[in-house]
């Protein structure tokens, strides 16, 4: 009965128009493209409120060290790191401002819409060493000089090796999304797009 039903859409398929198959071939790249851009798209909203939420801990928990610890440079490290975590709660609000809606007038604007989504999210991960690690890593050495002498050496290695290591890792990690998630998204869009326009 299955073999029927296969052979029956293989003559179907066969007889359709070249045009009617371009359709069709359009039809099943919009679809998975689709499924592709609203699983990215989740994943983005995942990330940015992961981030969101350790900044504004981050800025809570600096607050309260600020009123609690008497030391001027450790005070200046703290604003500084509540200007960097406030700092990168508004970049991931600037990524969020271009991401389009489903009810785009039609679909090939919304295609173009999400590759400008995509090209913006590219560029800020791209970026992760000027804004993610650059001006943490000298409120850091701050905060390691105002310590000095005041904690164990080893608390103080351990705090920077830390810092780099999640630094480093997050750069890393930035490239992989890069390449593996936003890339291909990225070329399956202008594929999309060309064929459209066509």
């Given amino acids: 009965m299955n073999i029927m039903i296969e052979d029956e859409l293989i003559k179907i398929w066969q007889s359709s128009s070249k045009q009617e198959l371009i359709k069709f071939e359009k039809s099943k790249l919009m679809l998975e493209l689709q499924s592709s851009l609203k699983r990215l798209h989740r994943w983005w909203n995942y990330l940015e409120l992961s981030e969101s939420i350790l900044a504004v801990f981050g800025v809570l928990l600096s607050i309260l060290l600020f009123f609690k610890l008497p030391f001027i440079l450790i005070k200046i490290a703290l604003a500084l790191m509540i200007i960097c975590a406030i700092y990168l709660i508004i970049k991931y609000q600037g990524v969020k401002k271009f991401k389009p809606s489903d009810l785009e007038e039609n679909y090939l604007n919304y295609l173009k819409k999400n590759r400008e989504y995509l090209q913006t999210q ?64 990225i070329s399956r869009v202008n594929e999309l797009i060309n064929q459209l326009e066509q």
């Fill in 122 to 185: 590219k560029k800020f991960l791209k970026t992760y060493a000027y804004w993610g690690i650059l001006p943490v890593y000298p409120i850091m050495l701050l905060f390691t000089i105002s310590i000095w002498g005041k904690v164990p050496a080893y608390l103080i290695i351990l705090i920077n090796v830390a810092t780099i290591g999640i630094g480093v890792y997050g750069y890393f990690l930035n490239k992989k999304r890069v390449k593996k998630e936003i890339t291909p998204r």
